[in-house]
């Protein structure tokens, strides 16, 4: 599916003529954002909602590792956490502190 987003500092972009866009005879439709190989572009280049999203989909990950951490020992949760939250596509510099509460 071919996807089209306005980059423009202009706040209302929408006014901008959607009919302007045609490529082989279809109109192309303007979008807020876009995702490109993951990475979600907004029309504004700020990348907010992109980072939104991998900060959601990494604090989902890590409660569901707090829910079953009491089921495995350290090198359990550490490889789950390592195979879950710290995928190889991320700079490894980028480690979140896992803090999982020993059990009473």
């Known amino acids: ?4 987003v306005l980059i423009s ?7 901008w003529d959607q009919n302007a866009i045609l490529l082989e005879g279809r109109r192309i439709h303007l979008q807020e954002s876009v995702s490109i190989l993951g990475v979600e572009f907004d029309s ?3 990348y907010t909602s992109h980072v939104r999203k991998v900060a959601n989909d990494t604090a989902w990950k890590l409660s569901c590792i707090r829910r079953v951490a009491h089921l495995l020992d350290a090198q359990g949760v550490g490889t789950l956490y390592k ?11 980028v480690l979140l502190p896992l803090v999982i509460p020993r059990p009473p």
């Open 44 to 46: 504004g280049l700020t």
């Open 83 to 93: 195979s879950q939250v710290h995928s190889p596509t991320r700079p490894s510099h």
């Open 9 to 15: 500092r202009i706040q209302d972009a929408v006014s």
């Open 1 to 4: 599916m071919t996807q089209a």
